[in-house]
């Protein structure tokens, strides 16, 4: 089956031009997350849907971050007026669900995609 | 200090020895999560566990939860096990997200 997908796997823009990065999450997964992994910082978590709302925002590191999903599936990042210290690759995951129940205590395996290396210059 | 600390940050074996990578953390969590991410590759999950022990071909990850600390092992180790590990928790905050917290990752070179 399909897992998790991005685009584009590489992205090179200019200092000031807006970004807009994607995720297709596996089919009936839930809840979807974005981080980030960059040199410097390792990895580091930015936001967190659940179906189409975004009940954690709180790793998203300024306004020009922002992220939306549509029908439960699909997610764009979009990053506006880009900076240098935003290069870095972008990864995505999703799990089955989100919650409070199951054997797992509520916590699934997340699965990750391949991520899309942004540069910018 | 991190909430997640991994040793340890690089690590060179022979094939065939028993490797150990260790990982603590600071706060409540729901599990315990060991990453594998090879050079220029993707991140694949090997395991989430949040008690004991779990076991899958040579890899052995455990999780003392009164410590707070979890272990990888790889037996009998291989050239292609060479990869970033990556140790990371859902912390527990009611309510909230299971999003991961990170460790800094352990580099292991397994040489022929």
């Known amino acids: 089956g399909a897992g998790v997908s991005q685009s584009p796997s590489n992205k090179v823009t200019e200092k000031g031009k807006d970004v807009e990065l994607r995720c297709d999450p596996i089919?009936?997964?839930?809840?979807l997350y974005w981080y980030r992994q960059s040199l410097g910082q390792g990895l580091e978590f930015l936001i967190y849907?659940?179906?189409?709302?975004?009940?954690?925002k709180s790793g998203l590191p300024s306004d020009r971050f922002s992220a939306e999903r549509t029908g439960g599936s699909v997610s764009t990042l979009t990053i506006q007026r880009t900076q240098q210290e935003d290069s870095a690759v972008y990864l995505c995951?999703?799990?089955?669900?989100?919650?409070?129940?199951?054997?797992?205590?509520?916590?699934?395996?997340?699965?990750f995609g391949p991520g899309t290396r942004l540069t910018v210059l | 200090k991190n909430e997640v600390e991994q040793s340890p940050q690089n690590l060179t074996a022979q094939e065939g020895e028993f490797i150990t990578i260790n990982c603590s953390y600071s706060?409540?969590?729901?599990?315990l999560h060991w990453l594998q991410q090879h050079p220029g590759g993707g991140i694949v999950s090997l395991f989430m566990?949040?008690?004991g022990k779990k076991k899958h071909g040579r890899l052995i990850a455990t999780i003392n939860i009164q410590e707070k600390h979890s272990s990888l092992h790889i037996t009998a180790s291989h050239p292609r096990d060479s990869a970033v590990y990556i140790c990371?928790?859902?912390?527990?905050?009611?309510?909230?997200?299971?999003?991961?917290?990170f460790g800094t990752g352990t580099l292991l070179a397994v040489q022929p």
């Open positions: 849907f659940q179906g189409n709302s975004a009940p954690d």
């Open positions: 706060v409540g969590i729901s599990a």
């Open positions: 566990l949040s008690s």
């Open positions: 990371a928790v859902s912390a527990r905050r009611g309510g909230a997200t299971n999003k991961l917290i």
């Open positions: 995951a999703s799990s089955l669900h989100e919650g409070l129940g199951g054997t797992s205590g509520g916590t699934d395996t997340q699965y």
């Open positions: 089919s009936g997964h839930t809840a």
